[in-house]
């Protein structure tokens, strides 16, 4: 039996915050994150005054058409300089990388990691799809098994998103 010891392991997700380098905000306290800074005003639900609202409204909308997460970050990223970061006490600059590190992180926007997740398996197969056959015309067997491999996960991931317990 191996015994794991703590000097040569770290963790996957750090639960404290701002300990180690990774793909959440927490991790990143230095980073202004406005969602994370801010809450959804209750006084003022759907209002011009709903600032929040506004820019999660913004996110789910474009996450629902199924845009890629680096297009939604971009459109918030516009309409935070425009419409929000001057009612902010300091101004804070709220980069496009900590937008896009919450949108698809948080939890908050899962549809957003669901749509990179199918991107990527997309891409793979198109990249698969280019080596699937050698000079001669010939099935190189091992691409196509990998190309397989892919479309069967793919298909299965798609399921998932489908069936009861998804996340829309």
Same mark, same amino acid.
């Given at each position: +039996?191996? %015994?794991?010891?703590?000097?040569?392991?770290?963790?996957? &997700?750090?639960?404290?915050?701002? !300990?180690?380098? !990774?793909?959440? /905000?927490?991790? &990143?306290?230095?980073?202004? /994150?406005?969602? /994370?800074?801010?809450?959804?005003?209750?006084?003022?639900?759907?209002?011009?005054?709903?600032?929040? =609202?506004?820019?999660?409204? $913004? %996110?789910? *909308? $474009?996450?629902? $058409?199924?845009?890629?997460?680096?297009?939604?970050?971009? *459109?918030?990223?516009?309409a935070y300089n425009l419409n929000v970061r001057h %009612?902010?006490? !300091?101004?804070?600059?709220?980069? @496009?990388?900590?937008?896009?590190? *919450?949108?698809?992180?948080? =939890?908050?926007?899962?549809?957003?990691?669901?749509?990179?997740?199918? #991107? +990527?398996? #997309?891409?793979?197969? $198109? @990249?698969?799809?280019?080596?699937? %056959?050698?000079?001669?015309?010939?099935?190189?067997?091992?691409?196509?098994?990998?190309?397989?491999e892919t479309v069967s996960t793919l298909i299965k991931w798609k399921a998932?998103?489908?069936?009861? =317990?998804? @996340?829309?």
């Amino acid at each position: +039996m191996e %015994v794991i010891v703590a000097d040569e392991h770290t963790a996957a &997700y750090d639960t404290a915050g701002g !300990g180690q380098e !990774g793909v959440h /905000c927490s991790q &990143y306290p230095d980073d202004f /994150c406005f969602f /994370c800074s801010f809450e959804f005003n209750t006084d003022a639900p759907k209002t011009e005054k709903d600032l929040y =609202g506004s820019l999660t409204d $913004m %996110v789910d *909308h $474009m996450a629902a $058409m199924k845009r890629e997460p680096a297009a939604i970050a971009a *459109h918030v990223h516009e309409a935070y300089n425009l419409n929000v970061r001057h %009612v902010i006490p !300091g101004e804070p600059d709220w980069a @496009r990388a900590s937008i896009l590190r *919450h949108i698809l992180h948080n =939890g908050q926007f899962e549809q957003v990691f669901d749509t990179s997740v199918a #991107n +990527m398996l #997309n891409a793979i197969i $198109m @990249r698969q799809n280019e080596a699937l %056959v050698d000079s001669s015309g010939a099935i190189v067997e091992e691409n196509r098994k990998a190309f397989c491999e892919t479309v069967s996960t793919l298909i299965k991931w798609k399921a998932s998103q489908t069936r009861g =317990g998804s @996340r829309k």
